[in-house]
């Protein structure tokens, strides 16, 4: 008996991939352009492959070419295609070449023939004009054997175990003939208090101010300043098991803090950042900060190189007056500390902005293995070495030259 097979076509660093592999999914190869992405990805999955490629450029016979599978049925295939342009009137809003992504989403669906679909996307197109979008996408499935499980949903990550109030749609949906897979119900009780707090998730972090080294590379042993973890921490550390985690097993020193170059403020700055509440709003720079007793406000990614490379506020740390780092920002979206991101700030916290919560991925996961009728498979206790750091720290040229794609796949990024 194996495990089911599913397929990532917008992976970017890995958050949904990881979120299905935990469920109990093999995702043998995933899709994603972005080269610096693609490096990332295949560090934390190396036994399995990316694609680096654009989904406008590629047919299902490729992708079963390259997993070498070519009459074997797909469980499920997931992404979020980006959108950014709706119909005005006489105009059917898949034709708009800024939907490309979406056409070609389902183009690949309908050509792969996959058991099962999960679309997850902002929370914005469910709301005016942006819904008969929605509803010409529905339509495109219907009528190609398709069925979608309606009314779709808006998830909040924070209701599934996730310190983060982070809201995005999801529209799940099968082949005619099968069992339509339920919206994942909340995991966490309505009470504020039942929530994952910032401090469950990040307290028992070292504090990196204590250590220089930092302000030059990203990771430093730190094996003696760990705090008391909380249960949530426990599994993201992988001290306790998550709960029915049906994932392979990662080599991982856990002395060792990664993912947590500082940024250096200034002494005017750390005063505003100071003098600022917890849960409020410092009112010059506009950024956040986090409540302890809270959750995280929700994180973004800023601007890709090709429309400014401007970073998104990151939220001040509750505790010390700086901007969280990538590692804390990793363990406020759900991935566990042997996941790695890329070295820098800016590609780390887009790595993680853009990306799907992996517990929030795996509730949503979980519901298509139910729909299955399949019982998850433990993988064996084999731990897998993670891949080259080298994968981390290469920039966009050396990444596009290690897929052999253009440089310019992803427009440079502009520097000020």
């Known amino acids: 008996m194996q495990r089911p097979i599913g397929i990532d076509l917008f992976a970017g660093a890995g958050g949904m991939?990881?979120?299905?592999?935990?469920?109990?999914f093999d995702i043998p190869i995933s899709v994603e352009l972005d080269p610096i992405h693609c490096a990332t990805h295949k560090f934390n999955f190396p036994f399995w492959s990316i694609l680096c490629r654009n989904v406008v450029n590629i047919t299902g016979n490729e992708i079963r070419q390259k997993l070498n599978i070519p009459n074997q049925e797909?469980?499920?295939?997931?992404g979020g295609p980006p959108c950014q342009g709706f119909s005005m009137i006489g105009k059917r809003?898949?034709?708009d070449p800024r939907n490309a992504l979406m056409y070609h989403f389902l183009h690949l669906v309908l050509e792969l023939k996959p058991k099962y679909f999960v679309i997850e996307n902002v929370k914005g197109l469910t709301v005016g004009k942006h819904k008969f979008f929605l509803e010409e996408v529905i339509d495109k499935f219907s009528k190609n054997g398709y069925k979608a499980q309606l009314p779709?949903?808006?998830l909040n990550a924070a209701n599934y175990g996730v310190p983060q109030r982070r809201e995005r749609l999801f529209m799940l949906g099968c082949q005619n003939g099968l069992t339509l897979p339920n919206y994942p119900q909340i995991q966490t009780h309505k009470k504020s208090e039942n929530y994952i707090t910032v401090f469950d998730a990040i307290g028992d972090l070292p504090e990196v101010e204590n250590y220089p080294e930092l302000l030059e590379i990203d990771w430093v042993k730190a094996e003696n300043d760990y705090g008391k973890p909380s249960e949530y921490s426990k599994k993201l550390r992988s001290l306790k098991p998550l709960n029915n985690d049906y994932s392979y097993k990662r080599e991982?020193?856990?002395t060792i803090l990664t993912s947590s170059l500082r940024t250096r403020h200034t002494q005017k700055l750390i005063a505003r950042f100071n003098a600022t509440a917890p849960g409020k709003i410092e009112p010059i720079s506009r950024f956040y900060k986090l409540n302890p007793h809270?959750?995280?406000n929700t994180l973004r990614s800023g601007t890709p190189s090709s429309r400014g490379s401007y970073t998104s506020p990151?939220?001040?740390?509750?505790?010390t007056p700086r901007c969280i780092t990538v590692r804390e920002a990793a363990r406020l979206h759900s991935y566990p500390d042997w996941f790695r991101f890329h070295v820098t700030k800016w590609h780390g916290f887009r790595q993680v902005g853009n990306s799907v919560p992996p517990l929030l991925a795996k509730a949503v996961a979980q519901e298509i293995i139910h729909a299955l009728n399949l019982r998850p498979l433990k993988p064996s206790r084999k731990k897998y070495k993670l891949e080259k750091l080298e994968n981390l720290e290469l920039?966009?040229?050396m990444a596009a030259d290690l897929y052999g794609v253009d440089r310019h796949t992803i427009a440079p990024r502009l520097r000020k």
Do not use: K
């Open 17 to 24: 991939t990881l979120g299905f592999e935990q469920a109990g």
């Open 252 to 254: 991982y020193d856990r």
């Open 294 to 296: 809270g959750i995280c």
């Open 93 to 95: 809003a898949l034709d």
């Open 74 to 78: 797909i469980d499920v295939i997931f």
């Open 314 to 319: 990151r939220p001040i740390h509750p505790f």
């Open 152 to 154: 779709y949903q808006v």
């Open 395 to 397: 920039n966009m040229s």
